[in-house]
């Protein structure tokens, strides 16, 4: 079956600092591979979506960037955090068996000061 | 472009009842999915149910329904015997190519 984790589960981080948030899949190949941010008790926001390895689409202009070094793993990156960028970040996979669901790890509660 | 509307920031209903979650969206495209899915405090998302637009019978998960009325670009969910772990927030999301669509999500309050 298909797991997917996120870590950490919850960061504190000074503005200015540098960002590594890390998801991975399992039990799957070649999945879609998605980064949300979600303000408190609002919808969610798409910032990237991969298709590939080494691909990557932006939905929004932002301080953050993300990268797809292996199948399985998407990293979000920020080289100095905003005190917007706070919120709580969820990562997603949609896999190619016609279902096309998404499926969310337990996601990330970053908390810039 | 698609969209996806929840006009219903929040609702409450009894224990044991009914409720109906409302979800409309703008589309020319023929073929489609759409979801809803449950995020309870703990923030995990969940696949609540799906519809797949060339169905014509609406979907159903045990005591999660939908109506889905293609024509009209509606599809609400209805919760029946509403129990309090039921208490969530509640997203209605079109899948469009490789992403979804997020309606800004409803609210549920199970009242005891």
Redesign the interface.
Known sequence: SQTIHQWPATLVQPVGSPLSLECTVEGTSNP?L?WYR?AA????Q?LF?S?GIGQISSEVPQNLSASRPQDRQFILSSKKLLLSDSG?Y?C?W?GGNG??????G??TRLTVL | AQTVTQSQPEMSVQEAETVTLSCTYDTSESDYYLFWYKQPPSRQMILVIRQEAYKQQNATENRFSVNFQKAAKSFSLKISDSQLGDAAMYFCAYKSNYQLIWGAGTKLIIKP
């Open positions: 879609n998605y979600q008790g609002r919808g969610l798409l979506y298709v709580f969820l997603a949609m279902n096309n669901e998404q499926f969310f337990p996601g």
